[in-house]
Structures are given as structure tokens and as C-alpha cells.
């Protein structure tokens, strides 16, 4: 025999009703009803006892229910490539304290760049209650995206794609990765190698592309060429996380190192790729930044426990989450309203590997 003994107004093992509510609170069903789902027009005491009631009894409102009456989920789905990547993980983070802040929830999605799954994406989600998707691509391309397209809210994250008839929001890869290398430049550096070209038109392709664009622009306003330009490998089933890995970037510098070094600074595509790059350096006795200076793009939280600490570019995450759903936000408010693109801030934070002091950032 259970000794739990049933609460007032509630039916033993049954879960709490709004009439149940109604009985405790000692209100009408309607009343209770009102207060649930925010009307105004409630005295201070009708609610309280009525918040008491709920409280009590532990009732759950039919979510679903007030889900179709309104016509909203409050529910937003962050689709992304890989949540074990450190960029994404903190988009994710910052994606899900800026929708909290106004009252929606965020459902994670990991499309590990699989083309089907982008497809998915694309469409909609069609079994998912969700009022819109937030979109970093990798995988798909733009003619298959628009041949896809369902319904559903949509803004892109990042430059994979750009559609004129979809809200994006980005940060400059071309200028951010300019600015760094141009740090490099400006403290002495003449013989640069890139790590992380990738071959045009495969995955990837469209950051990596335009990162190597503004490491290039920086070279040829100094009046210097490239020393190394190091293509990684491609992403693929077998290589999930693909070319920009730490791996890869150990990998790719171990050649450097082993074809003879003639660079006196490296700009690595990521931070994976750099940290990869510094443990191949280390291992083999090369000083960084002494011999060479090393530069990533993320921040990331290894960015400043690395060994050397890493420059790199920051992207203003939290401030790229809040442009993300604030476009979410106007185009559920405004369905015909122009298409935007936004961009968020970054900074070049120096660390030690470029010679900088280790709380030195800008």
C-alpha cells in the first residue's frame, strides 16, 4: 500500500488537471485558465492563490495544446555540422542563452555534414515542431538548398552560401583573416605560409576560400608572396571532422618541417589547425614564436592553454547569437519583410605565439 497520500483536489496517480488547480485555488476553471496563460486582467490575490495551487499540485500546463491555439512552439532548432567541434559547441552555447532571453527553447541539431541530413534541414524538419531553424551548412550548396526549401523560418549562419532570399548572419572571413595576418606582417614577418587551403568546390570549400583570400590580400599590400600555401585533407565519412582538425594540422606542418623550413610564420585556417601545427613545432624543437610565429581563427577555449598561448581571431560569439535570433525573431514577426545579412564583430586576441605577452589582446 503506498503512503503517499493523494493532495487536495487531485485524483490519486492521476496527473493534475487545470480543474484540479481550480479546486485548490478555490477559483473557477476559466480563472485558472486566464492566469496560466497570462491574461492581464487578474487581481494580485486571485493569481497568487492560483500560483500557490500550481505549485502545490505540480501542475504541468498542455503544452501542445497552447502550442497550436497560438500557432507558436517557442522552440528554435540550431542545426550545425559537429557539436564535438569547439566553434560550434560555443555557437551553441551562445545560441541557447540569447533565445532564453526571450523565451525560446533550442533544440541542437548535428547534420555531421551528411548531405541528407542537410536536406532535412532544408526542408524543414517536417515531423519537428519547430518555429525556425537556425542554419550553419557544409555540405549542401545553394542550387539544392533553394530546390529544397520548405516552409520554415530559415536564417543561414556563416559564408558556405549566401541567398538573397534568406536572412544570414556572418563574420568577414576575408577581413578578420587580413587583420592577423597582417599582425604577423607587422611584426617582422616576411616569409608566410597558410595552413588550411582547401580544393575549390568540395566541402569546406567557401571558408577556407575566403580566409586564404585575406591571407593573400595582407601578403600583397606588404608587397610579399606567399612562401607556402598547404592544402589539408578532404572531409569525408572516414574523416568526420576533416580537414580542419589538430591532427591534420600535425600532420601538414610535420611535412613542412621535414621538406626543410623556409617560413618564418604560419596562418592556420583554425585554431585545431594551429594547435596541431605548435605540437609538431615543439616535437621537433622548433621555437615558436622565436622561429616561427603561429596565428589560428576561432578563440577557442585551447586557444589560451596551448603551449605556446595561440593568437587568433575572436569572433564575437554571443554577439553573432543575438544578430542569429534577432533575425529568427523579425522574420517570424514580419514573413515579407526584406532579406538581411548581418555581421559580427571580432577581435585579434595576441598571445605568446605571436610573441605578444600572454595578456596582451586587442
Not at 500500500?1 to 485548490?24: H, N, Q
Request: one cysteine or more; hydrophobic letters at 40%; aromatic letters at 6%.
Amino acid at each position: 500500500m503506498s503512503s503517499e497520500t493523494p493532495r487536495p483536489g487531485r485524483r490519486s496517480g492521476a496527473a493534475p488537471t487545470l480543474k484540479d488547480v481550480a479546486a485548490v485555488a478555490g477559483v473557477s476553471y476559466r480563472t485558472v485558465s486566464n492566469v496560466v496563460n497570462g491574461h492581464r486582467y487578474i487581481s494580485q490575490s486571485t493569481r497568487e492563490k492560483v500560483e500557490a495551487a500550481i505549485a502545490q499540485l505540480d501542475y504541468r500546463p498542455q503544452l501542445a495544446a497552447r502550442q497550436l491555439r497560438s500557432g507558436r512552439s517557442n522552440l528554435l532548432t540550431l542545426s550545425v555540422p559537429f557539436i564535438s567541434h569547439p566553434y560550434f559547441a560555443q555557437l551553441a552555447h551562445a545560441v541557447v542563452g540569447q533565445a532564453e532571453r526571450v523565451g525560446y527553447d533550442v533544440v541542437i541539431d548535428e547534420t555531421r555534414g551528411m548531405l541528407e541530413r542537410e536536406l532535412r534541414v532544408a526542408a524543414g524538419f517536417r515531423a519537428i515542431l519547430t518555429d525556425g531553424i537556425l542554419f550553419s551548412p557544409l555540405t549542401i550548396d545553394l542550387e539544392r538548398f533553394e530546390a529544397e526549401r520548405g516552409p520554415t523560418p530559415l536564417v543561414l549562419l556563416g559564408e558556405r552560401f549566401r541567398s538573397d532570399r534568406i536572412d544570414s548572419v556572418v563574420v568577414d572571413n576575408v577581413r578578420s583573416t587580413h587583420d592577423v595576418t597582417r599582425a604577423l606582417i607587422d611584426e617582422g614577418r616576411s616569409r608566410l605560409a597558410f595552413l588550411g587551403d582547401v580544393e575549390s568546390g568540395t566541402v569546406g570549400a567557401a571558408p577556407a576560400d575566403l580566409r586564404l583570400a585575406g591571407f593573400s590580400r595582407a601578403l600583397e599590400d606588404a608587397g610579399l608572396r606567399p612562401a607556402r600555401i598547404v592544402t589539408v585533407a578532404q572531409w569525408d565519412q572516414v574523416n568526420p571532422h576533416g580537414d580542419y582538425s589538430r591532427q591534420e594540422g600535425y600532420d601538414r606542418t610535420t611535412e613542412l618541417i621535414a621538406r626543410g623550413l623556409d617560413i618564418d610564420g604560419l596562418v592556420c585556417a583554425n585554431d585545431l589547425l594551429a594547435i596541431g601545427a605548435l605540437r609538431a613545432f615543439r616535437e621537433h624543437g622548433i621555437a615558436v614564436p622565436e622561429q616561427v610565429a603561429v596565428v589560428g581563427w576561432d578563440n577557442t577555449a585551447e586557444a589560451a592553454y596551448s603551449a605556446p598561448s595561440l593568437t587568433t581571431v575572436a569572433p564575437d560569439m554571443d554577439e553573432l547569437a543575438r544578430l542569429a535570433v534577432a533575425a529568427m525573431l523579425r522574420r517570424l514577426d514580419d514573413p515579407e519583410a526584406p532579406t538581411r545579412t548581418s555581421v559580427a564583430p571580432y577581435q585579434v586576441v595576441r598571445r605568446d605565439s605571436t610573441g605578444a605577452p600572454a595578456r596582451g589582446e586587442t
